[in-house]
Each structure stands twice: as C-alpha cells, then as structure tokens.
C-alpha cells in the first residue's frame, strides 16, 4: 500500500522526503542542550512528510488548477529558506564549537593574510563593492529566475533544474549541521555567544568602510542577513555551489543568457570573499561541492526522474524534455 503510494513520486520527492527524514531522525535521536526546541522540530518535519505526501496525491488524482500545479512544481523551492534557517539551531548537536578558528588559521598560513579581511580593505571603493554586492544578490535572482523562464519554457526542463539544483542543496543543508562555519562575520563579534579565541581575534573589530556602506546593495544584504542568515552555514559556499548549477542550465536550456550568466557567477564567487561572507576555502569547497553533486544529481535525475514518472500536469505544448542529451 505505501509503495503504491508513492507511485507517483519523481526524484525531488524522493529527495525531499529523505531529507525530511533524515534530519528528523538526527534531531529525535541526538539533540541536546543546543536544541531545546527539538519536539516542536521533530513535529515540524513529520507534518512537512505528511504534507508533501498529499500534495504529490492530490495533485495525481484530480485535475490540477492553477494552485495546485504550482505547489506541486514549486513546493521544494517554498522550503529551502526554512530548511536553511533550521541548520542554524542544529549545528550544535554533533560539535560544541565552530570551526570557524580552524579555517582562520588556515587561511593565515595559505595566503599570509585573511583574505576576507583584507581585499575591502586595500580596495574600499564604492563601485566596486556595490557591483560585487549586487552580484552576490543576484544568487536569489539566478535561483528564482532560471526557474520561472525554465517552468515557462517547458516544465520538463523546470521539473530537471529543480530536482537538481534542490539536491545540491540537502546535501549542503546537512553538512552545515556536521561542519558548522560561521565565516567572517565571526570577526566582527556579532554574536554574542560566540567569540574566537585570543589567537585568531582581531585586536579591534574590523570596520566596513564608510562608502561602502552608504551603497544600497550593501543596505539590502544587511537586511537579509539581519533576518535570514543562519549562524554556523558556511561551509561550502552554497552561494558558490548553487550558482553553478544554475549556470549549467542555463548553459544547457536558455543558451541565449548563458555568457551574462557567467560573467554574474564569477562575480559572485569573488563577492563572497570580498563582502566578508565567506573564506576562500568556502569557496573552493563550494566550487568541489557542485563538481561532484551535479554529475551525482544528473545520474539520480535520469534513474528516478524521467519524463514517464514527471507530474501528470505535463502538456503536449510543455513536452518534458529535462532528460534530452
């Protein structure tokens, strides 16, 4: 009865529902004094199943409307910023520290400097920090707009970025709650329950330069990480990782957008050091992270994901075509 059931999952269910899973038996099993919360969280991913199970059962028996068809398409890209958000509040269960003081030390010892320290500092320009700025914004528009124009285009090609690049994610989601990385704002002693050890710390809190923070992109990415960052999420760069895997499809399906693409994701990858968002190692292992996990989500994408298992909303005018060679 269950595996008839789930007849009608595709891989993004299947993955989804794993992560759900998974995260909410790691909660059940090993919280701590970290995450007092932890029934509400365990409640939380249980309804979450539950709630995914019927949309992909609804959705396979009646006539989709409008709603219903967008959710089914959709629901994974709805969840990503609470299942980021709870990495924060689990990050504790399996390493009392932050390794924040390891990465440091690293980076002194590569570069002979703190590169995410000292690139805004020997080149505090306004125009340059508000490019760099609003390309790292430009991750939430690459994520959300490859989406629509692919979910328009044709929802085969929707249906494969979205269970791609969703993967990419989980998988990202779960190694910030073994591998917590809370990358350079740790510098500026932002938290307070947090503070590095004497060797690694700056006499003085590090300063962003007064132009800089007169931009507006500066301005609109300290709101967002004043609200919606999560402590502890940084390594890899999922920024890096993620952008990357829009640009594959962008490569692979809009073609047209493909080279002003590039150029954006490079500017990303550098804004995430310049803006003291990540470490350079951030980076780099966001960019393995995508090297291995694209190829790795491809191959699950063709084994659980092809068009005969797709979403029964699909058109003769939005053929799938996400598994095309």
Known sequence: MAL???????FIDYATQAYLALVGLLILLFHNEAVPEWPFLVLGHVICMGFVHLLIRSQAVR????????????YPVLLYAAFYRETGALNRMFLSDYLDPFL??????????????????????????EILYAAYFSYYLMIVGVGLALYLRDRG???????????VFYVCYVLYIFLPVMGPRVFFREFEEYHLPQDVQPAA????????????????M??????????????????????LCTLYFSTR?????????????????LSTIYCRYHYVVDVLAGLLTAAVLLPLGN?????FGRSDRQPPCESKAHKPSGTEA
């Open 63 to 74: 006539t989709p409307g409008t709603v219903l068809d967008f959710l089914r398409h959709f």
């Open 222 to 243: 300290a709101i967002i990480y004043r609200y919606f960052e999560a402590p502890g999420a940084a390594f890899p760069s999922s920024h890096v990782a993620v952008a």
């Open 104 to 129: 440091i030390r690293l980076e002194e010892r590569l570069f002979g400097l703190q590169p995410s320290l000292a690139l805004m500092e020997r080149l505090p320009y306004l125009m340059l920090s």
């Open 205 to 220: 809190a590090p300063i962003f330069p007064e132009a800089i923070r007169s931009g507006p992109f500066y301005q609109i």
């Open 157 to 167: 090609q929707f249906f494969h970025y979205v269970s791609v690049v969703s993967f």
């Open 253 to 269: 399906y809009l073609r047209p957008i493909r080279h002003l693409h590039g150029v954006m994701v490079i500017l990303l990858c």
């Open 299 to 303: 191959a699950l994408y063709s084994k």
């Open 4 to 10: 008839r059931g789930m007849k009608h999952y595709t």
